[in-house]
């Protein structure tokens, strides 16, 4: 019998209780946790890289929680840059490209939170300790912390007995969680597809009472959110599961009518099983996937009518409102008409129906991508196959230009062999890419709003330097991201 007085958490599970240790961490990240602590900080990892171990499956990136304060971090790393306005968080660089976001503790009180006298709380009442960092987390699977020092893992709301169960429990009452952010809800959605979880009667019904909140939620975190979606290798189920909840039909009705519902989620199981092989597929090429019977069933017969000019500018006057809605950046959803508009190009030609103009259809910047959606979409329609193969025949005949680089970012595909060839058409027929490494926060890559990273990067130019007018000081520049 435990005592009455006894404390539930933390559960402390020592080195060689559970599955995680440090050598499904990568170095750096060792580096970082033994430098806080050198310097007399508390720091763990915390978050879905705990969980996805745990699961056995492939970690996407480490966060790192501390009782550190943002500038405290700041003076310990080199490479380190505090981002965010109340809750600041640090990204230490660990190389050109990666970085590591090492928070602060919450406590709490929301930092954007407004006291009763009408003023903010002061940033040291943004941050708390341990026990409170865990209260604000989302799920109890999400708020496991890992000490790298003794390998032991501490659990202060259940999330060990979670995970063995499967379920998704929220930490707190649902309905609260879910109505504070609504976003939750699609996580849920997520996170059960993804790791074959349940939710819990008590989430489902508070997921179904706060969905009407998701119409107050925050455009990029939805679109954000949406990207994770779509590269999960689960979006059918996801979104079968947002459905259920009631959010799907509040979030994109577009996606619910009864009319596409089949055909999407038979294409993004092709999307999905490509993703769990490791294929890498392009922000574009997905939300392509994802709305392509949108598209078609607007387009009528036009596609067969017409060139894919006039199919791009249908695409694009009739879906704008979403484009904008969705806040997808103009230069993405603007590619995403030109590859839909080129699919039915594709079907019409073939090595018995030559195409007038094939050599500079092939060379179009858009060419690619849309070949890339006309796999998936032969994959789903069946029957394509003749009009595939001449096509990759096409593809790797005819030279195409090399996508131009500004700056001196070599695009990611061409990284791969040095910048100086045309990459190999990746047709099913080519070995799948490696897995996604277990890299952190490569935030180009990742995000959908940001630099996208088949676009090379943009180098910024630099303003005349001005004089400083003499007897005036100048502003330190601060180089805060
Ligand atoms: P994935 O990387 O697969 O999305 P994740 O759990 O690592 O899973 P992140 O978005 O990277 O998700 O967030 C890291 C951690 O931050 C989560 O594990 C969770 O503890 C916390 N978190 C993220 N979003 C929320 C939220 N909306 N509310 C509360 N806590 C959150
Ligand atoms: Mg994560």
């Known amino acids: 019998m435990w005592p009455i007085w006894k404390k539930k958490y933390p559960v402390i599970l020592p080195s060689g209780k559970h599955g995680m240790s440090n050598a499904y961490v990568d170095r750096e990240v060792l580096d970082i946790l033994a430098r ?49 306005k109340r809750f600041r968080l640090a990204h230490v660089y660990v190389s050109g490209d990666k970085f590591v976001e090492v928070a602060t503790f919450r406590a709490l009180v929301d930092p954007e939170e407004i006291k009763p006298d009408g003023r903010r709380y002061a940033e040291n009442n943004v941050f708390g300790n341990i026990e409170e ?45 879910f109505r504070d952010d609504p976003v939750r809800i699609i996580r849920a959605g997520r996170f059960c597809a993804q790791l074959g979880f349940t939710l819990p009667r008590r989430e489902m019904n508070a997921a179904l009472k706060c969905a009407p909140f998701i119409a107050e939620a925050n455009s990029n975190r939805l679109l954000e959110e949406l990207y994770k979606i779509l ?4 979006s059918a189920k996801t979104f079968a599961n947002l459905n ?52 078609e069933d607007s ?27 969705m806040r997808l950046p103009r230069k993405e959803w603007d590619k ?25 259809f092939v060379q179009n910047p858009y060419f690619e991508e849309a070949l890339r959606f006309f796999e998936i979409y032969a994959e789903t ?39 100086a060839k045309r990459p190999k058409p990746s047709h099913p027929h080519a070995q799948p890419k490696k897995q996604d490494q277990n890299t952190n926060q490569i935030q180009a890559q990742d995000h959908p709003s940001g630099d996208n990273a088949e676009q090379p990067k943009k180098r910024r130019r630099r303003r005349p330097r001005r004089r400083k007018p003499p007897g005036q000081a100048q502003a330190p520049q601060s180089i805060q991201a």
């Open 244 to 295: 259920s909840y009631g959010i799907l039909p509040l979030w994109i009705p577009e996606l619910t009518g009864k009319k596409f519902r089949e055909s999407l989620q038979k294409r993004l199981e092709v999307v999905d099983g490509r993703r769990q092989r490791g294929q890498e597929i392009t922000t574009a090429v997905l939300f392509t996937a994802l709305f392509f019977d949108l598209f």
């Open 36 to 84: 806080l602590r050198k310097n007399g900080f508390e720091a763990y990892l915390v978050g879905g890289c705990i969980r996805d171990i745990l699961l056995g499956k492939k970690v996407k990136d480490f966060d790192i929680v501390t009782d550190a304060h943002p500038r405290q971090i700041k003076r310990l790393f080199k490479r380190c840059f505090l981002i965010g």
């Open 336 to 360: 995403i008409a030109n590859i839909a508009a080129r699919l039915w190009t594709f079907k019409k030609y073939s090595a018995r129906k030559r195409m007038r103009g094939e050599a500079r």
């Open 381 to 419: 329609a069946g029957g394509l196959e003749a009009e595939l193969k001449f096509w990759w025949q096409r593809e790797s005949e005819i030279a195409r230009p090399l996508p131009q680089v500004r700056g001196n970012a070599p695009t990611p595909h061409l990284a791969a062999n040095g910048g």
């Open 133 to 177: 960092d865990a209260q604000r987390r989302d799920f109890t699977i999400n708020a496991l912390y890992y000490n790298s020092a003794d390998s032991s893992i501490e659990d202060y709301t259940g999330g060990l007995e979670d995970i063995k169960k499967k379920r998704l429990r929220s930490i707190g009452d649902p309905v609260k969680r």
């Open 231 to 234: 590269r999960c290798g689960a």
């Open 299 to 325: 387009a009528g017969d036009l596609g067969e009518r017409a060139g894919h000019q006039d199919v791009f500018g249908a695409i694009r006057k009739h879906f704008n409102d979403m484009a904008v809605r």
